[in-house]
Structure formats: C-alpha cells, structure tokens
C-alpha cells in the first residue's frame, strides 16, 4: 500500500472547482500530526512546484497564483489532506502530489486535474 494517496482530481471547466484529498494510510497519527503538508503541481517537462502548506497548527501557506483560490485544510483524525480549488485556471492543469514539506516521503501517484478553457 502506497504512503501518500492523493484523488479527486478530474477535468473541470475554467471558473469550476475541485476537491483534492491526500490519505496517509500506513502513517499512524502520532506520526502524521506533526507534519507539515504540502500539495505540489507538476507538468510534463517540468519540476513540481509548490502549491500549498499546512502546519501541524493548521497555519496555512499558499504560493502567489493559488492565494485566495485554494484552500488547504487537514483532517488529522483521517490523515488526510485537503486542497479545495475554486476560480480554476487552465494554467491550474497538471498532476498534484501532496507530502511532507520538511522531510519528504515516497512520492505518490497523484491525481490529475485537467482545467479546459
């Protein structure tokens, strides 16, 4: 079973909107607490960047395109990570990983959101 799980990816129309989730399913809580998480974006060609964080105390932080588009939000007692999306962009498209910001894990899959204009 992989580390990180992310879904809720999917194509949506520029101005839509979407929900990502990120599951730690292996990781037990006294472990993910702590944690600061991370949603990144990546496209073919190019490095992840950084979307979005999370502290432990729930202080977020957002990069300047997403600021006050994105949401991020944790759940501790599901391990679970949330990125939710609204006003999407089609420069929004790419695959979105979540992990630890400081010390990351296995990366996983992802999940792919695809933004038509």
């Known amino acids: 079973q992989a580390q990180l799980v992310e879904s809720g990816g999917g194509l949506v129309q520029a101005g839509g909107s979407l929900r990502l989730s990120c599951k730690a399913p292996r990781m037990i809580t006294s472990v993910f607490n702590p944690i600061t998480w991370g949603w990144y974006r990546q496209v073919p060609g190019d490095q992840r960047e950084f979307i979005a964080s999370?502290?432990?105390?729930?202080?977020?932080n957002y990069s300047d395109p997403v600021k006050d588009r994105f949401t991020i939000s944790r759940d501790n007692a599901r391990k679970t990570v949330y990125l939710q999306m609204n006003s999407l962009k089609p420069e929004d498209t790419g695959v979105y990983y979540c992990?630890?910001?400081?010390?990351?894990?296995?990366w996983g899959k992802g999940t792919l959101v695809n933004v038509a204009s």
């Open positions: 992990n630890n910001v400081v010390a990351p894990v296995s």
């Open positions: 999370i502290s432990s105390t729930g202080r977020p």
